[in-house]
């Protein structure tokens, strides 16, 4: 197969979809891999480094000509809509279940009838590879972010590494891959937190546990966390309790997404303004999981690694890809866990092949001109087909 590897254009985004030695393999495969110039350059791979391992260096516009299998790391923007054609397979992250992604983009884009395959749902049971690593980096990155940004903004020195200092205070919400990579790295640095979470100090310890590879750990008491348990039944219960906590907190980390069962109408804030508005003066707010005004009110996404603005006063802090900010670990990271499910479909000789690989098939967002991703489709209110369908109508399954 013709596999292109597509140079990233959005803001600050320096992620590769390939590393040079997987374009090695792949060209021993017998498969030509055709190379966008620069594509690499900022994670740190150079065109001699893809020309080395059997990569042909092209434009744009050529790679986009010969290649089949198009890979990239982050979602098309509107300048990169007409690239796409129906005889191409899309691999990247495509995102089309966010909330600040518009319906009408995503109607535009799925009609230039490619089959896009996403990274973040590519999986089974519950548990997607692609986007895990990346999930974990993003907790890290804002931590250290966060750190930085209030020694700089607020003059608060967070870490407590030794008694003679009197270190900082952190609110984490959310404790899943985000969520734990944050506390990891505050709770190692002496930070002293507040953790809000859905269930109790069990459950955080044995999540936990299984995430870092230890065994009967108590990490709640271990670092001295205090933990807010979320009140499904009464949000408000919750908030009251956030609330009288932040007067005091220098940082906050919002981890989580909301959840189903937890409508705007049930809770259309988890801390709204007022509530940001009893933060101390220059203190640090960010939302890790880019959602506009979702459980935050004053936060909106922004894809600059190095973009903050302050509302009431306070710090906000949103980058939408913080990845990229360690763009050679994050691709080597990522591209790890992609390469084997690239190196599979390179390998399919038809659509159907993909129709019946369960973690691929949920990946399958559209083909076609049609949304094939029902989670997507109820959240924005466009239309929705099965993949099955499409296949079926399809008079010509096959890849050549």
Same mark, same amino acid.
């Given at each position: ?13 320096? #992620? ?128 250290? #972010? ?255």
């Amino acid at each position: 197969m013709n596999i292109g590897v597509l140079k990233e254009i959005k803001e600050d985004e320096r #992620r590769v979809a390939l590393q040079p030695i997987q374009a090695q393999a792949l060209s021993r495969l017998g498969h030509n891999i055709y190379v966008e110039i620069g594509a690499g350059e900022g994670a740190g791979f150079s065109d001699a480094d893809y020309q080395g391992c059997g990569g042909k260096l092209a434009m744009k516009d050529e790679v986009l000509a010969r290649a089949r299998l198009l890979l990239k790391v982050k979602e098309p923007l509107r300048s990169e809509y007409s690239d796409y054609a129906p005889h191409h397979i899309l691999f990247t992250y495509l995102h089309f279940d966010e909330n600040n992604v518009d319906p009408r983009d995503i109607s535009e884009l799925i009609s230039r009838g490619f089959l896009g395959i996403a990274y973040e749902w590519v999986g089974k049971a519950g548990r997607y590879p692609l986007l895990e690593p990346m999930s974990q980096m993003t907790g890290y990155l804002f931590a250290q #972010r966060a750190l930085e940004l209030c020694s700089k903004e607020k003059g608060v020195f967070c870490p407590r590494n030794e008694n003679l200092l009197p270190g900082g205070r952190a609110l984490i919400i959310g404790c899943g891959n985000i969520g734990l990579s944050a506390f990891k790295y505050l709770s190692d640095l002496g930070v002293a937190l507040t953790v809000v979470v859905t269930r109790g100090r069990e459950d955080f310890n044995c999540e936990a546990n299984a995430r870092f590879e230890t065994e009967g750990v108590d990490y709640i008491g271990a670092t001295g966390t205090d933990l807010i348990i979320m009140d499904k039944k009464d949000p408000s219960r919750t908030q009251d309790t956030i609330a009288a906590a932040l007067p005091e907190i220098d940082i906050v980390l919002n981890c989580a997404v909301r959840r189903p069962d937890l409508p705007k109408q049930r809770m259309e804030y988890l801390i709204d303004r007022s509530m940001v508005g009893t933060m101390q003066r220059a203190s640090i707010l960010c939302d890790c999981t880019a959602c506009d005004r979702e459980l935050i009110e004053t936060c909106t996404s922004s894809a600059s690694l190095y973009h903050s603005y302050r509302e009431e006063n306070v710090v906000h802090y949103n980058c939408d890809h913080i990845p990229s900010m360690v763009a050679n670990t994050a691709t080597r990271l990522l591209t790890a866990r992609t390469f084997p499910y690239i190196r599979y479909i390179a390998s399919l000789k038809s659509l159907q092949a993909i129709t019946e690989d369960e973690s691929l098939r949920d990946g399958v967002c559209c083909y076609g001109g049609h949304l094939t991703h029902a989670l997507s489709a109820e959240k924005k209110g466009l239309p929705y087909r099965s993949l099955s369908d499409v296949v079926k109508a399809m008079s010509t399954p096959m890849w050549d």
